[in-house]
């Protein structure tokens, strides 16, 4: 029902809400904050995968 757009910096680029009766606020609340926070997720994971391709054969301990 929502979806958040953001980018490498974790700024939000956009946000989709498809149809929420006008009763439903909280639970639109509710969806907001996790789609953020799947999008914050999302942006982690890719920036983490892009960092260890670049540095997956240097053997640096800890990374």
């Not at 890719?46 to 960092?51: N, Y």
């Amino acid at each position: 029902m929502i979806t958040v757009k953001m980018d490498g910096h974790k700024n939000i680029l956009g946000v989709k809400i498809e149809a929420v009766k006008s009763g439903d606020v909280e639970m639109l609340q509710d969806l907001i904050l996790a789609a953020v926070n799947e999008a914050a997720r999302k942006v982690d994971g890719a920036m983490q995968s892009s960092v260890g391709g670049m540095l997956g054969g240097l053997g640096i301990p800890g990374l």
